[in-house]
């Protein structure tokens, strides 16, 4: 690897090929826990997704119930539809990037807002094969989770194909919003 990727990689987690293997063999299991704990904990979800595409809908609803506690996903994989359906100013896409922290949060707010939900969550990255820069090379992934007056963010490094890049964002977000879930629950 180039020692941009090197440097870039100590920056921020990074989910192996080892880890993501591991991630999705236990993937149903993590789903139906971050269902139960939004469930459990009386919280609603809507998400925003880029590089995933609708794969992280896709594994939740793949869960009995999971419409308690589902609201809506937008898929926003082109900059307009980051604008258009949850109505993030162009301008602002186009000073930080579609793919970036300040993005992301934006993401994560509206979807919660647009959808009046308890939790919103959202996904940007940097698939492949092209795509991405030096400082945020392909395999970079933001994942950022909206409640109540707070938000998270994590920056994440994926090791991997396009396939590879998607599944670990989805699911590295579907723990996310299992273990905010969890907290809120408390």
């Not at 999971?66 to 082109?78: E, G």
Request: proline residues 4%.
């Amino acid at each position: 690897m180039p020692s941009s990727i090197d440097s870039f990689q100590t920056a921020c987690p990074m989910i192996s090929s080892a880890q993501l293997q591991a991630l999705r063999a236990r993937a149903d299991e993590v789903t139906a826990q971050a269902i139960g704990a939004l469930i459990s904990a009386g919280q609603t979800l809507a998400l925003a997704e880029s590089c995933t595409g609708g794969l992280c809908a896709a594994l939740l609803t793949d869960v009995a119930g999971a419409s308690a506690a589902l609201v809506s996903s937008a898929v926003v994989y082109q900059t307009r539809a980051k604008s258009s359906l949850l109505g993030l100013d162009p301008a602002f896409i186009a000073r930080f990037g579609p793919v970036s922290e300040p993005v992301t949060r934006a993401l994560a707010q509206a979807a919660r807002d647009k959808a009046g939900a308890d939790l919103g969550a959202a996904i940007t990255g940097w698939a492949g094969p092209s795509g991405g820069s030096a400082s945020e090379p392909v395999g970079t992934a933001y994942v950022a989770i909206a409640w109540q007056g707070a938000e998270q963010l994590t920056r994440l490094w994926i090791e991997g194909d396009r396939a590879a890049v998607r599944w670990g964002a989805a699911l590295f977000a579907i723990e996310a919003i299992r273990r905010k879930a969890s907290a809120l629950s408390r």
